[in-house]
């Protein structure tokens, strides 16, 4: 398989062809296939991945400019489910934080279920 050169900052060009193994690799080496599921199988609640931008012959294209769109929704979406998760979070941990066991408690328990007490 065909290695990509990196692409250097200053020579981007937003509205530059990418064919479907150049997007690949874009999102680390997918599979062509992974790109089919997430173009006609999406996961529910998340955006579907962009229909090519052209095609020729039999290949398809995106520019650049739709791919970074579509990247920057995903990063987007996952920022705001992770800050939603952690809020969630941290509110079910303030609202049922056990209190404090009393030390006679464990003192003259022990813990029997391992054999280390007692």
Known sequence: MQQLEPIKPETVDPDALLST???CAMFGNVTTMTLHRWRFHPT???PKFPDPD???GSVNYWTRATII???DE???RQKAKRKARDHANSADCASSAPSAPSPSAGA???NTS???GG
């Open 21 to 23: 193994r150049q997007v």
């Open 44 to 46: 529910p609640g998340a």
């Open 54 to 56: 052209c095609r020729i």
């Open 69 to 71: 769109a579509y990247r």
């Open 74 to 76: 995903q990063i987007a």
């Open 108 to 110: 003259t328990q022990g």
């Open 114 to 116: 391992r054999g280390l």
